[in-house]
């Protein structure tokens, strides 16, 4: 079955501790995608990779980081730089990272704080 | 059909009957736009898609409207059904972003027997 797998479902962080979110897509798909949905808002992007060894910073990479080193592979690294983590964090993938490309989705990692 | 502060605009719909969803966009020059629906607790899944040369899609239950003049897209869901309960949210591409989109908060579908 084809698919993007974000894991863990559910994380806590303390206090002053790295976190890495895992995302694996068996799609083929050169773009990968982070992005964190706050309640109430639209999703906002955090880091994109438009093929592998290549990401680039989006709208609020502040306190997070990634590596791109296989293709089916996009973790996300949360750091204690990160002040406010609380959030659901999706994965996402598509065919290419040129534009009209529908972008398809995990089913998330929720982080909490301890 | 956008949000304002945490909590999303609500449609409630008795089962059986059509529901529309609405979705209002700013940037001009966005050409793609997809619905997408998510239900507590999972990722977006994608509903539907519709480039700007087209003003009407349709799939299966579900039709997307596009008008560019006023800067409006609506998802109309026929027979709505219990399953069909989650947040709906639109999400625009332009030409010149290569695949990077706004998404929409969203609005809450409530399917009532």
């Known amino acids: 079955d084809g698919g993007i797998t974000q894991s863990p479902k559910y994380l806590f962080r303390k ?13 083929n798909h050169d773009a990968m995608y982070w992005y964190r949905q706050d309640p109430g808002q639209g999703l906002r992007l955090i880091y994109y990779s438009q093929i592998v060894n290549d990401f680039q910073k989006g709208d609020i990479a502040e306190g997070y980081s ?5 293709k089916e592979s996009f973790p996300l690294t949360v750091t204690s730089a990160q002040k406010n983590p609380t959030a659901f964090y999706l994965c996402a993938s598509s065919r290419t990272a040129s534009s009209n490309q529908p972008q398809h989705f995990g089913d998330g990692t929720r982080l909490s704080i301890l | 059909g956008e949000s304002v502060g945490l909590h999303l605009p609500t449609l409630s719909v008795q089962e059986g ?10 940037n001009s020059a966005s050409d ?9 607790g999972k990722g977006p899944q994608f509903i539907i898609d519709i480039r700007s040369n087209m003003d009407k899609r349709q799939g299966q239950r579900v039709t997307v409207l596009l008008n560019k ?38 609005t809450q579908v409530v399917v009532t027997p």
Do not use: M
């Not at chain 2, 009957?17 to 700013?26: G, L, R, V």
């Open chain 1, 15 to 27: 206090e002053g501790q790295n976190v890495t979110l895992s995302c694996e897509q068996n799609l």
């Open chain 1, 66 to 70: 990634v590596s791109r080193e296989k």
């Open chain 2, 17 to 26: 009957d059509n529901s529309i969803i609405n979705c209002a966009y700013s």
């Open chain 2, 32 to 40: 793609y736009f997809i619905w997408y629906k998510q239900e507590s």
């Open chain 2, 69 to 106: 003049t006023v800067k409006h897209l609506s998802l109309q869901i026929a027979a709505t059904q219990p399953g069909d309960s989650a947040v709906y949210f639109c999400a625009e591409n332009s030409d010149d972003s290569w695949g990077k989109f706004q998404f929409g908060a969203g």
